[in-house]
């Protein structure tokens, strides 16, 4: 098992930087994909971005390719979601989740473990 702290949310204007970090405990992390996902007010939690356990496969929903980086540090045992040119569109509640088999999954059924959330807002 695997417990998942996000951090670094917060409220910026549009066109904004954020980097959220997401710590997990545990010895085993290099053996779980990691995703981020997001939720805004009255939608489904959608993916914004998954990397495999070496970190040298990574995913990005259209809506946020070119602009959002997912990486990890398997020493560090953080994941790491950099996001530029932040829109209004991107504000919602971010989690961090972790998954147990191989694969990067689909959705967030194909998750395991989950943090918290943390929420960004960017303002127009």
């Known amino acids: 098992q695997v417990q998942l702290v996000e951090s670094g949310g917060g409220s910026v204007p549009a066109g904004g930087s954020l980097r959220l970090s997401c710590a997990a405990s545990?010895?085993?992390?290099?053996?779980?994909?990691m995703g981020w996902f997001r939720q805004a007010p009255g939608k489904e939690r959608d993916v914004v971005a998954k990397?495999?356990?070496?970190?040298?496969?990574?995913y990005y929903a259209d809506s946020v390719k070119g602009r959002f980086t997912i990486s990890r540090d398997n020493a560090k045992n953080t994941v790491y979601l950099q996001m530029n040119s932040l829109k209004p569109e991107d504000t919602a509640v971010y989690y961090c989740a972790a998954r147990v088999d191989y694969g990067m999954g689909v959705g967030q059924y194909d998750y395991n473990y989950w943090g918290q959330g943390t929420q960004v807002t960017v303002s127009s």
């Open positions: 990397i495999t356990r070496s970190g040298a496969g990574t």
């Open positions: 545990g010895r085993t992390f290099s053996s779980y994909t």
